[in-house]
């Protein structure tokens, strides 16, 4: 949509041209015409799940409708019970809330269909939206315990149109998404381990790619022919050389009290952690692996049993730790079959990938943004490094980088929303402070932004 005026310079005080209240929320918004759909859900009530329709014009409430979830299900403090985003046609918008199924309203808000579904178990809640082809709401519902599956229904009914069993897979918190080439029509599930391709009308498998880590994310992208679809490793980490050396430094740094360059259990005091994503502050998930039990943790460092992490321990740990589970991205070509990866990946790479957002494609160029704000560009058909450097705004990102008028957008957990210039080089506009958390990623249309923080939406434009 057209984005060619969209203001450089904005905040919760200028350049916005309305704001509402709305209840807290990770999905993204939807603009379909003059209407912008939410999902959310009442904190002090996660059983309370909310659909909204917002006028674009003035920000005005058009209607909300709420079930109640079915299952009681723990969420990690990045996730929510509304994280994912709804599908909308010109007749109808989908919502999915994984602790309760798919619903179909139309846009007047009138209830259509709706879906129960059971919850996929998963430790950390579900993030996965809907997407539509052709007739279909197609859905990824991969969980533990050997429940993985696709499911079709139809647009009109919600009556299954086929499903996909996926026995191979663990809980994932991606997306599918439909790959247009050669006159043919893909659907790209990227999952625990693999990448893989179905036929949409029918759910077949097509191709499939190994090689990723086992929690999976971000949303596949197309470009230059080729398709794109990255993982981070494990506990986020980006890089395929884990930076021991530094974890070890920090902790020493911090825990060891008597300065003997080792962490005896005693030093082992609240806030302890297994640092693997030191740029990230020391209060934000993420920084240390969650460990119940800090006799556990020294479990798996204190390997000659006398109760104290040496630094060669920790070094031997943080290497096998580093070889569990690697980051990548592949670049894959059309007309696969069977297995990809033995005849149609572009390249590959293993540095600077994303934990949760999805790659941008745009003219040529592939971004990969990085929590602590780290900013790859790629030249996406060979995959060569343009350049990777910090955009200025440091923390976590679950927002999806976008393009808005020759200008990339990107938000911080934080609250910090970035304009950079499209180039060969990293050229910052601004850094904007909201000064509340951003977990959503923005919309752009008839050069406004929609801008999603966790108590209100701003509609941002000159």
Not at 91 to 108: E, N, P, R, S
Not at 274 to 288: A, C, M, S, T, V
Not at 417 to 436: C, H, P, S, W, Y
Request: glycine share 10%; aromatic share 10%; proline share 5%.
């Amino acid at each position: 949509m057209e984005a060619g005026r969209i203001p450089v310079h904005f905040s919760p005080e200028s350049n916005v041209l309305w704001k509402a209240a709305i209840p807290a929320g990770h999905s993204s918004p939807v603009i379909w015409n003059n209407r912008i759909f939410l999902t959310a859900s009442e904190p002090a009530n996660k059983k309370e799940l909310i659909t909204l329709a917002i006028d674009r014009e003035n920000g005005k409430i058009l209607w909300r409708q709420v079930v109640q979830a079915e299952t009681k299900v723990r969420f990690h403090t990045l996730n929510n019970p509304a994280s994912s985003t709804p599908a909308a046609d010109d007749k109808h918008v989908y919502v999915y809330f994984g602790t309760y199924g798919l619903i179909c309203y139309d846009h007047a808000g009138n209830e259509v269909w709706q879906r129960k579904i059971d919850t996929p178990k998963s430790k950390y809640g579900m993030a996965t939206s809907p997407i539509l082809y052709e007739d279909k709401v197609i859905l990824v519902l991969d969980g533990d315990g050997g429940s993985s599956r696709l499911l079709a229904v139809h647009r009109d009914t919600g009556e299954m149109a086929w499903e996909q069993p996926r026995s191979l897979f663990k809980a994932g918190w991606s997306t599918p998404m439909i790959w247009r080439h050669d006159d043919t029509e893909e659907l790209v599930v990227l999952g625990s381990r693999r990448l893989t391709s179905y036929d949409p009308s029918t759910g077949e498998e097509i191709w499939w790619a190994g090689g990723f880590p086992q929690e999976t994310v971000s949303i596949p992208v197309t470009g230059d022919g080729l398709l794109f679809a990255g993982a981070a490793a494990l506990g986020g980490r980006g890089d395929d050389k884990l930076d021991a050396a530094g974890s070890w430094k920090i902790t020493v740094g911090e825990f060891d009290r008597n300065h003997d360059n080792q962490i005896q259990r005693d030093e082992m005091t609240k806030g302890f952690a297994f640092i693997q994503r030191p740029e990230l502050p020391k209060d934000n998930p993420g920084y240390g692996l969650p460990v119940r039990s800090m006799d556990t943790l020294l479990k798996i460092f204190d390997h000659d049993k006398n109760r104290i992490i040496s630094e060669a321990e920790w070094m031997q740990t943080m290497s096998g730790f580093a070889a569990h589970s690697q980051p990548n991205l592949l670049a894959i070509r059309s007309g696969a079959t069977k297995d990809a990866r033995k005849s149609h990946v572009a390249w590959e790479i293993r540095r600077g990938i994303p934990e949760t957002p999805s790659p941008l494609y745009y003219r040529g160029k592939l971004y990969l943004l990085r929590d602590g704000g780290l900013l790859t560009c790629l030249e996406a058909a060979t995959g060569k490094e343009l350049f990777r450097e910090r955009i200025g705004a440091s923390g976590q990102y679950t927002a999806s980088p976008i393009i808005a008028g020759e200008k990339i957008i990107a938000a911080s957990v934080r609250g910090v929303v970035t304009v950079i210039q499209v180039d060969d080089k990293l050229k910052v506009l601004a850094r904007n402070d909201f000064g509340e958390k951003i977990f959503a990623t923005p919309a752009v249309a008839g050069n406004k932004i929609y801008l999603r923080t966790i108590g209100f939406l701003y509609a941002l434009g000159e």
